[in-house]
């Protein structure tokens, strides 16, 4: 079992940077793969990045080459680093946590057993 909490989120204007943070308790986290997603009002929840536990990682094509998933097992910590925020990257982000049995990162939220309650990200123009 593992505990999720984010945090990070708030206001930001498109173009800035902004980092959120997922703190894990309970059972070692270096054992799970982790996925960040994000839900936006009337959309469904979207995959975003994801780092397994072998410290493979894949990232949505909305992303790509703006975000960047890390983690920091001894911490219990995972990051998504968001840079140059679009408007279309307002959500709740989440992040989750699942068993880290496989190399490929995964992009299927079903994968994940554990969730965080989520943090809001609001970008202005």
């Known amino acids: 079992q593992v505990q999720l909490v984010e945090s990070g989120g708030g206001l930001v204007q498109a173009g800035d940077s902004l980092r959120l943070s997922c703190e894990a308790s309970g059972s070692t986290f270096s054992l799970y793969a982790v996925g960040w997603f994000r839900q936006a009002p009337g959309k469904e929840r979207e995959f975003v990045a994801a780092?397994?536990?072998?410290?493979?990682?894949l990232y949505a094509d909305s992303v790509k080459g703006r975000f960047t998933i890390s983690r920091e097992n001894a911490d219990k910590i995972a990051y998504l680093h968001m840079k140059n925020v679009k408007p279309e990257d307002a959500a709740v982000y989440f992040c989750?946590?699942?068993?880290?049995?496989?190399?490929?990162?995964?992009?299927?939220?079903?994968?994940?057993?554990?969730w965080g309650q989520g943090t809001q990200v609001t970008v202005s123009t």
């Open positions: 989750a946590a699942g068993p880290g049995i496989r190399m490929t990162p995964q992009r299927d939220h079903t994968f994940y057993h554990f």
């Open positions: 780092d397994s536990a072998s410290r493979n990682t």
